[in-house]
């Protein structure tokens, strides 16, 4: 089993950051795979970045060049640096981690006002 954490979110002005932290606890071995997804009322989850141990990252068209998402292997952490936000950025983002199985975390709110 895996367990995640995740710390940041909060409600910040358009135009503003914000860094999410996931930290991920239990069989770490066993993940290849970490990142965020994103679910805005009424809608879909959405996948919006994935840092893939061994060093590639990925990200949805929508946040790129915008979010980073990074990693501390120290700390079994895994970061999202969130720059020049959007309020359609707004939602819920869920860290998860996929190993033997794909792990989630309880996810935090992300409000952008205008």
């Known amino acids: 089993q895996v367990q995640l954490v995740e710390s940041g979110g909060g409600l910040v002005q358009a135009g503003g950051s914000l860094r999410l932290s996931c930290a991920a606890s239990g069989s770490i071995f066993s993940i290849n795979a970490m990142g965020w997804h994103r679910q805005a009322p009424g809608n879909q989850r959405e996948l919006v970045a994935t840092f893939i141990f061994g060093g590639n990252t990925n990200y949805a068209d929508s946040v790129k060049g915008r979010f980073t998402i990074s990693r501390d292997n120290a700390k079994n952490t895994v970061y999202l640096q969130m720059d020049s936000l959007k309020p359609e950025d707004t939602g819920v983002y869920y860290c998860?981690?996929?190993?033997?199985?794909?792990?989630w975390g309880q996810g935090t709110q992300v409000t952008v006002s205008s």
């Open positions: 998860y981690a996929v190993g033997r199985a794909i792990y």
